[in-house]
């Protein structure tokens, strides 16, 4: 969905903010701007809130989605994580819609959905310190909250350049906290994004059995697409249920027979974690275990 959001009003609305720069990207109920707070640069996300007279749970459901996505950015303390900015949540109207704004980190770089874009070849090293910057969130997230991000993917994740935070993964909008209220109306809905969904997301009741292993699916897939350039389970043109169908039947071409530079062992791992049954996939230990080898 895209929203159009008066910008001038917005800040005319919230005091803190001092000026709104260029757009920085936008997706599903947000936007994303350049912002200066307090002298300081930051990234604005305005986060529309949409309303249903006839069912107020769309509206609530949005607003504790996002209240989720809040508190795991504040309890997780990685630096592979993007951090709050200083403007903290602020619910606002404009011209009958309804907002809730706040701030993050601006943080330098490219997406990693742009370097694959420009057909960007990373490295061992690279894939390797990707490896290592997402099981730090993916453990946090669950060994602090027993949460799961469900949604990584090459769009989530910033390639910053910088030595200290080589990667560091953007949105926790759909996370999924185990035992934790059901925010989505539809309980055989599965929130993420088509082609980076992992296959146990696909099963009637999978709430009650998914765990990390999800995540360490969804990395291990983004890892495949930034060494190759391409999602193995998209094809243009096709219809949802013939990707749905392709996600949990076909296996993908091994990683080493398409990038015949990267070690056999990281392939052999890489292809692992891509099993459609969680409990084939390797554990956290082994995977961190192996990053830290070609790091």
Known sequence: MQIKPDIDKIKNNITEIES?????????????????????????KIVYIPDDPMDPTVKEENISRLKREIKLLQKCKTP??????????VETKIDDEE???????????????????????????????LGICALEVISELWNEEEAVHRDIKPDNIMVSGNENRPYVMLDLGVAFIVGGTPLTRDPRSAPGTLYYLAPEMLLPGFRE????????????????EYAVGKNPFMRRGDPEYTTLHRINSYTPEPLETIRTDLPKEFCEVINQLLK????????????????EKYQ
Not at 80 to 89: C, D
Not at 102 to 114: F, Q, T, W
Not at 209 to 224: P, V
Request: charged residues 30%; hydrophobic residues 40%; without cysteine.
């Open 99 to 129: 907002y809730i704004v706040y701030s993050e980190e601006i943080l330098a770089g490219d997406s990693m959905r742009e370097k694959i874009k420009n057909g960007y070849k990373p490295t061992i090293t690279e894939l390797a310190k």
């Open 209 to 224: 059995s998914m765990d990390y292993r999800a995540d360490l699916y969804t990395l291990a897939l983004t890892i495949y």
């Open 80 to 89: 592979f994580l993007v951090k709050l900015g200083t403007l903290h949540p």
């Open 276 to 291: 459609k049954k969680p409990a084939l996939r390797p554990n956290l230990r082994k995977v961190k275990k192996l990053m």
């Open 20 to 44: 709104i720069g260029k757009k920085l990207g936008e997706g599903g109920f947000k936007i994303v701007y350049e912002t200066s707070i307090k002298g300081e640069a930051e990234a604005l």
